[in-house]
């Protein structure tokens, strides 16, 4: 360790430095504050043994200056003095020194001191070295989250190109629909799509729990879902009489296909409620299944909305299970909306939930708008309702009108 003697008297000076030397530090030695000084800003130095009472500027003086430099580690400062009273140690402690030695100097007693201030020092070194690392702890960590933040609006916005384009239609089948997941990324899911010239396929998807898992499950039920891939062994299966021909499935025989293969168990722990439905609009029939998601809450063009549907188990609970289907023939003007549990559990600033009888009145408040106005007005109750920025569950809602 390199210690700093500033000592006027070339004789105290020469004694406390070959002291020092002799126990095997490196000194420097100066006689007023402004040598003092510039040994300090040149660096090296870890320790100051100061007199108090110097010309050309006293022990306090050096300590306050040396505090105002802010240097990047600390400097220990021994002040000698042969002052007596309580108030000059009060004066040196509060100008910036750690501590005080009185003259004469014991050589043992100073070299005790010297120890003393070198522990502190390797603590407030110690402490450095360990604020360095968590810094850079910090920044690799604060880059890991810019990361992954960013890798969940990236997969986010995929998540969002596997919805239908709003406000369109297929087949005389006008659809809108409105999505607010709680997170980047949702584990509810939902598509409506044709199957063949004359049936058209929707779905909506809630996957047990939040965040990646749900999202990677409810992606992978989308894929399977979609008439485009393979999954559509799924949608359609092999005609009994034409044998390179497909029909279309019915909701329940797709619905306990997905239960069978996605039964939960210790590796796999994410069940998920959903409706599934087929409309014919040559037949003008809808039908659909119901495995342990809200009804879906039908509204016909003359009569007031109504909830469908019994319920059912969750897809993944039990492998056996029979699902039913609801079928309906339905008019032109008829509406159908499908939404997650998300939408009727959402909370008011008070606790209070939004409720299916209050989803049924905002239903019934939209009948005769234009679908996308209807979506519309239904965003708005459900926002106004929680008063909030975000949802703490996600928020999915599809309308179908015939």
Known sequence: MRILIVEDDRVSRLIIERSLLKSGYETV????????????????????????????????????????????????????????????VVQGMDAGADDFIRKPVLFDELNARIRAGERILRLEQALLENNLRLRETSNQLLAAHETINRDLKMAAAMQRNLLPDAATQSQGIAIDWLFHPSTHLSGDIFNFFPLDERHCGFYIIDVAGHGIASAMQSFTLSRLLSPDTHGGSYLKCRSPTTPYQQTVQAPPAVVGALNRQFQTDISNILYFTMIYGVIDTQAKTLELCQAGHPAALYQHHQRPAEFIGKGGLPVGIIAETCYEAVRIHYQPGDRLFLYSDGVTEC?????????????????????????????????????????????????SLLMLAM
């Open 29 to 88: 030695a100066v006689d007023n504050i402004d040598a003092a000084l510039r040994c300090v800003l040149e660096g090296g130095i870890q320790f100051v043994v100061t007199d108090w009472l110097m010309p050309g500027g006293n022990g306090t003086e050096l300590c306050q200056k040396i505090r105002a430099l802010n240097l990047p580690s600390y400097i220990y400062i021994i002040l000698v003095t042969a002052l007596e009273d309580a108030q000059s």
């Open 347 to 395: 909370e008011s600033p008070t606790g209070e939930m939004f409720g299916s009888e209050r989803l049924h009145q905002v239903v019934e408040k939209t009948r005769g708008l234009p679908v996308a106005e209807a979506i519309r007005a239904l965003d708005i109750a459900i926002r106004s309702w929680h008063g909030g920025i975000g949802f703490e569950d996600d928020i």
